[in-house]
T-cell receptor
Framework: ETGVTQSPTHLIKTRGQQVTLRCSSQ?????VSWYQQALGQGPQFIFQ???????GRGNFPPRFSGLQFPNYSSELNVNALELDDSALYLC????????????????FGNGTRLTVT | QKEVEQNSGPLSVPEGAIASLNCTYS??????FFWYRQYSGKSPELIMFIYSNGDKEDGRFTAQLNKASQYVSLLIRDSQPSDSATYLC????????????FGTGTRLKVLA
């Protein structure tokens, strides 16, 4: 069973630039979520993708956008980078998340550490 | 009020003792509850999940859920120095946004 893989592991960008982070979901999982984790904080939900469509979004501006591909892999794009975007970006996959009832745990990749200077 | 609250710690316990980590949540309709362990600089890894009121045991770990009081806890028996990490509580509710809401985590230090 292949786990969640993310690339790159580390990235340094300059304020105002754009960045693309990539994620391959765990085999058998069709839902991908992205989280931002600032130092000393818990992960914050950015958005979730299911069947190549955004399926829920947290409190992040439109310059955070994403894609999901037919093989369930996903990208997170961030435009016009700001210093506060420096964080660990986590991709997590899961089987389909249902409203109500019991939901399966998220399985996280190793994350991408983004530093904006 | 934060949606999921945890004491940030650090919680220090001697090796071999029981560590008790607590989490409260605000959405009374929450259905699924998770505990993750996160070592410094690493990504969260799942420890346990619990859906029903009561206790759920897995090895040295026991998760306890009380929906009426809106809290979930994690007990770690026979704590080891390797258990030293930040423990994140996560909740998913009925709000329909499909998001897992994390607390800020409790840092646990097991003293050898």
């Amino acid at each position: 069973e292949t786990g969640v893989t993310q690339s790159p592991t580390h990235l340094i960008k300059t304020r105002g630039q754009q960045v693309t982070l990539r994620c391959s979901s765990q085999s058998g999982h069709n839902t991908v979520s992205w989280y931002q984790q600032a130092l000393g904080q818990g992960p914050q939900f950015i958005f979730q993708y299911y069947r190549e469509e955004e399926n829920g979004r947290g409190n992040f501006p439109p310059r955070f956008s994403g894609l999901q591909f037919p093989n369930y892999s996903s990208e997170l794009n961030v435009n016009a980078l700001e210093l506060d975007d420096s964080a660990l970006y986590l991709c997590a996959s899961s089987p389909r998340v249902q409203t109500g009832g019991n939901n399966s745990p998220l399985h996280f990749g190793n994350g991408t550490r983004l530093t904006v200077t | 009020q934060k949606e999921v609250e945890q004491n940030s710690g650090p919680l220090s316990v001697p090796e071999g003792a029981i560590a008790s980590l607590n989490c409260t949540y605000s959405d009374r309709g929450s259905q699924s509850f998770f505990w993750y362990r996160q070592y410094s600089g690493k990504s969260p890894e799942l420890i346990m999940f619990i859906y029903s009121n009561g206790d759920k045991e897995d090895g040295r770990f026991t998760a306890q859920l009380n929906k009426a009081s809106q809290y979930v806890s994690l007990l770690i028996r026979d704590s080891q120095p390797s258990d030293s990490a930040t423990y994140l509580c996560a909740v998913i509710g009925l709000s329909g946004t499909y998001k897992y809401i994390f607390g800020t985590g409790t840092r646990l230090k097991v003293l050898a």
